[in-house]
Antibody, heavy 118, light 107 residues
Framework: EIQLQESGPGLVKPSQSLSLTCSVT?????????WSWIRKFPGNKMEWMGY???????NYNPSLKSRISITRDTSKNQFFLQLNSVTTEDTATYYC???????????WGQGVMVTVSS | DIQMTQSPASLSASLEEIVTITCKAS??????LSWYQQKPGKSPQLLIY???SLADGVPSRFSGSRSGTQYSLKISRPQVDDSGIYYC?????????FGAGTKLELK
């Protein structure tokens, strides 16, 4: 069974960087598909942040401009989110998910709530 | 960016009703549209992909359709367990964009 699990700090100070890890079991991330980050803001708005493909290419939401980076560690079957220069508007629940060939997100992690506050 | 206008924002329905949630795309998206259900404290679950295809394990009371650039999710004879927030997502072009969500309460 494919499982994804996010981990990382729940509290980040403004202007610092947010770093999260998504650990994948049951499937090797270099075998196929795109591996995504999505966030849900207070008030329920959802935002697609970007993905890293099985080949290592990336695609980011332009709204995040140069603040976002998605990388991976293939030896650990993990991929990562780094969001720089965070503000309180980055407070959200962050999810990692698999982007299937059917152009849908078919497996999701349980989510991690991140609060940006001093 | 493609805008997905989802309605209604909230909905209270009885178990005998047919529930319909719609998402209108700001341009054609060639049926690259999926629907998700999210229950409190849980991650979203895929219900429908390619606008009309039922995801594995999803009950047949859920269905998807399209009319022009408006996409609909229908729940026939909903159950109490179907309460939650429903989202549409377009994957025709990046940035992929979600609808604003519909909070469904079953009474």
């Amino acid at each position: 069974e494919i499982q994804l699990q996010e981990s990382g700090p729940g509290l980040v100070k403004p202007s610092q960087s947010l770093s999260l890890t998504c650990s994948v079991t049951g499937y090797t991330i270099t075998s196929g598909y795109d591996w995504s980050w999505i966030r849900k803001f207070p008030g329920n708005k959802m935002e697609w942040m970007g993905y890293i493909s099985y080949s290592g290419s990336t695609n980011y939401n332009p709204s995040l401009k140069s603040r976002i980076s998605i990388t991976r560690d293939t030896s650990k079957n993990q991929f990562f989110l780094q969001l720089n220069s965070v503000t309180t508007e980055d407070t959200a629940t962050y999810y990692c998910a698999r982007w299937d060939t059917i152009a849908a997100l078919d497996y999701w992690g349980q989510g991690v709530m991140v609060t940006v506050s001093s | 960016d493609i805008q997905m206008t989802q309605s209604p924002a909230s909905l209270s329905a009885s178990l005998e009703e047919i529930v319909t949630i719609t998402c209108k795309a700001s341009q054609g998206i060639d049926d690259y549209l999926s629907w998700y259900q999210q229950k409190p404290g849980k991650s979203p679950q895929l219900l429908i992909y390619d606008a009309t295809s039922l995801a594995d394990g999803v009950p047949s009371r859920f269905s998807g359709s399209r009319s022009g650039t408006q996409y609909s999710l229908k729940i026939s004879r909903p159950q109490v367990d179907d309460s939650g927030i429903y989202y549409c997502l377009q994957s025709y072009s990046t940035p992929n964009t979600f609808g604003a969500g519909t909070k469904l309460e079953l009474k």
